[in-house]
């Protein structure tokens, strides 16, 4: 799931080299930490946050065979 954020944040950034994706495994769930920098937060937010809506859909779908629950959540 590390590789799958990375991408697609990497792709919506002006700055690639600023995107840090780090993945902690708790008993029932992944979270997977994204940093970018501060210019290009609103762009991986998006207006009402359609864009990390839509980052969660995506890995929620790859992620369906999995047993455990992914979360993803963006840190400044």
Same mark, same amino acid.
């Given at each position: 799931? @590390?590789?799958l954020v990375?991408?697609?944040?990497?792709s919506l950034v002006e700055n690639?080299?600023?995107?840090?994706?780090?993945e902690t495994e708790k008993e029932d769930a992944i979270v997977v930490e994204l940093k970018v920098g501060a210019s290009d937060m609103g762009k991986v937010i998006g207006r009402?946050?359609?864009?990390? @809506?839509a980052i969660r859909t995506v890995?929620?779908?790859?992620?369906?065979?999995?047993?455990? @629950?992914?979360i993803?959540?963006?840190l400044q």
């Open positions: 799931m @590390k590789e990375e991408v697609i944040a990497k690639p080299d600023e995107v840090v994706v780090t009402q946050g359609r864009i990390a @809506k890995v929620k779908a790859a992620s369906s065979k999995s047993p455990k @629950k992914v993803v959540d963006i």
